[in-house]
């Protein structure tokens, strides 16, 4: 009988933080260890962390019922280019998420997120593709969050918060919330600085850093 087959993508410093998450999520359905892997298209010797590190053409080659990946890497359009590549092969996108996540009432994630521990969605909620959400990120109620979006650790994002696809949130960042009808958006493809705070709307592409959050690069 051939078995689903499970993949963090990126056995760098991203995989390296969800693959856990990955193996405690298959505990939780009874899936055996031996069936997740990491794949990496630089993927060295041996193992990292205990799990085999296989090239995605490996991977596909291995017998299995259904393949899921979760693509582990920070940098939004790499994830893009591996999402469609998946897609191309029939690979699902695979949601991982650490077991004290917490998510309240109508919230929708796109498939492939990668929801780090400690995350709270509170209610209202949709979020696209291949989210990230790094340790302690938050999103408050009625945001709206597009695709290959990425958070890094401690993301506030307050209530009313609209965040096109490509955007990435630095650390500790703090979101102003915006107004029911008049949310606050964060352009596509916009960076928001470490510890920045963002009580403006921030231009699709533009670097916005400091307190309050300034324009250091414009889109
Ligand atoms: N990588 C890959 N295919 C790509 C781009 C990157 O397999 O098209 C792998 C790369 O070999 C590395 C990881 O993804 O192992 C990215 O690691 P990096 O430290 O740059 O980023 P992070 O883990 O912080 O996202």
Known sequence: MTLPLFAVFGASGCGRGIMPLARSQLEREDIAAERLVFVD??????????????????FLQIPASSRHIVVAIANSAVREQIATRCLVDGVQQWTVAASNVVVMDDVKVGDGAALSP?????????????????????VEHDCVIGDFVTFAPGVKCNGNV???????????????????????VIGRG??????????????????????????????
């Open 41 to 58: 298209d630089q993927p060295g010797d041996g193992l990292v962390n205990g799990h085999p590190v296989l090239r995605y053409e490996e």
């Open 190 to 219: 916009a960076l928001v600085g470490m510890g920045a705070v963002v009580t403006r709307d921030v231009p699709p592409g533009t670097t916005v850093v400091g307190n309050p959050a300034k324009t250091f690069l414009k889109g």
């Open 118 to 138: 400690f995350v709270t969605l509170t209610s209202n909620i949709r979020i696209g593709k291949c989210f990230h959400a790094n340790l302690y990120s938050y």
């Open 162 to 184: 609209h965040i096109e696809d490509h955007a990435y949130i630095g650390a500790g960042a703090v979101i102003k919330q915006g107004k029911p009808g008049q949310p606050r």
